[in-house]
Nanobody, 125 residues
Framework: QVQLVESGGGSVQAGGSLRLSCAAS???????MGWFRQAPGKEREGVAA???????NYADSVKGRFTISQDNARNTVYLQMNSLKPEDTGIYYC????????????????????WGQGTQVTVSS
C-alpha cells in the first residue's frame, strides 16, 4: 500500500523559508511526484513536480522562490520554499504517480493517483 507522509510545515513570517519533506513507502518505482496546496475556500492547485529523471515543473507563482528536489534512494521529495508570501498559506499535499507520460507546465491533480494527508503552512505579514 502506497503511503506518503509530509513533514516540515509550520508558521513563518513573510520573507522567511520552510522546507517540506515527503517520505514515500509501499512501492519501488514511482514516475512522478509533486506538491500541491489548498487555501481555505479555494481549489487545490499544483505548486511543483519532479519526474524520476529530475525534470521539474513549477507553477508560475512560485518560480524563482520554490525548489523541488528528490532523493530517490530514500524515496523522499523535498520542497524548499524561500521568500514566502502570505498568499502561500495553505495545506500542502504531497502526491505521487506511477504512470508513464510527458507532463509539462503547472502540475495537475489529474496527473496523480496517490496523496498524502497534508501539512499546514502559514505565512504571516
Amino acid at each position: 500500500q502506497v503511503q506518503l507522509v509530509e513533514s516540515g510545515g509550520g508558521s513563518v513570517q513573510a520573507g522567511g523559508s520552510l522546507r517540506l519533506s515527503c517520505a514515500a513507502s509501499g512501492y519501488t518505482a514511482r514516475t512522478y511526484m509533486g506538491w500541491f496546496r489548498q487555501a481555505p475556500g479555494k481549489e487545490r492547485e499544483g505548486v511543483a513536480a519532479i519526474e524520476r529523471d529530475g525534470t521539474t515543473n513549477y507553477a508560475d507563482s512560485v518560480k524563482g522562490r520554490f525548489t523541488i528536489s528528490q532523493d530517490n534512494a530514500r524515496n523522499t521529495v523535498y520542497l524548499q520554499m524561500n521568500s514566502l508570501k502570505p498568499e502561500d498559506t495553505g495545506i500542502y499535499y504531497c502526491a505521487a504517480d506511477f504512470r508513464a507520460g510527458l507532463r509539462t507546465g503547472k502540475p495537475r491533480t489529474s496527473e496523480f493517483g496517490y496523496w498524502g494527508q497534508g501539512t499546514q503552512v502559514t505565512v504571516s505579514s
